[in-house]
């Protein structure tokens, strides 16, 4: 895999686990009660997180397009219980995620979390 897709996967999961850190426990429980094997973000929710450095494209839906139209990052993603899917909303695209992998990324943040408190 080349650098810029490389870079468009860090930027995805660094948005992705901004918005888990802030809402990622009460989806996991939510999904744990309905008995859910996946849950679905609406890329609405995810734009909002995504804070883009300096000579990262403006627009996070350019980021979702291509992930998602990309052959080898959408299987890089779905081979990690992540799938970006295409909707008829006005927002396009929603990130489609594994329970397992929701809660293996609850952890990484929490070991996260511990290794900065250190």
Known sequence: M????I?????????????LARNGLKILSLARLAGQRYVRIS???LYRY???LPNEP???????????KDTELSMYLGN??????ETPSKYKYEVV????????????LRNDERGSND
């Open 2 to 5: 080349n650098k810029d897709k």
């Open 7 to 19: 870079t468009l996967i860090e930027i995805f999961y660094r948005t992705l686990k901004h918005y």
């Open 43 to 45: 890329a609405l929710g």
């Open 50 to 52: 995504y804070k883009p």
């Open 58 to 68: 403006k627009m996070f839906a350019e980021i979702l397009e291509k992930l998602h």
């Open 80 to 85: 990690s219980g992540i799938r970006i899917k």
């Open 97 to 108: 995620l594994s329970l397992e992998t929701l809660r293996n990324l609850m952890d990484e």
